[in-house]
């Protein structure tokens, strides 16, 4: 399979709250998942609620430092598992210091993996 990604994904043991948008206004159901995999420009998840391609959700990730991250993102895969959905989404209007953070881990992981 041909990698299209333009960012390399790092695993990331995390929550993400999304809230969906719809014609400028939120709705106020929140839907738990579970983050799979992140890069700076998008994020791989998996949860239990059917959710919309091409539809943009607001997401709070919280990082390995604990703090957390806003973002708005733009679900651009679906697959169908058993009881779940996995997801692709990419992120839409991230501020680059935000980026930075996620481009400088990969950079911590890549360093302690060639020790």
Do not use: N
């Amino acid at each position: 399979m041909d990698e299209r990604r333009r960012s390399k994904r790092i695993g990331l043991e995390s929550r993400l709250v999304l809230k969906r948008l719809s014609d400028g206004e939120a709705f106020s159901e929140e839907i738990s998942i579970e983050v799979v995999d992140v890069s700076k420009t998008g994020v791989g998840f998996v949860c239990d609620k059917p959710l919309e391609i091409g539809a943009v959700y607001e997401g709070f990730l919280t990082i390995w430092t604990k703090e957390v991250l806003h973002a708005f993102i733009e679900i651009v895969r679906i697959i169908k598992e058993e009881d779940t959905f996995s997801y692709g989404g990419i992120f839409i209007g991230m501020p680059e210091m935000e980026a930075s953070r996620i481009a400088v881990y990969d950079m911590v992981q890549e360093a302690d993996q060639d020790k």
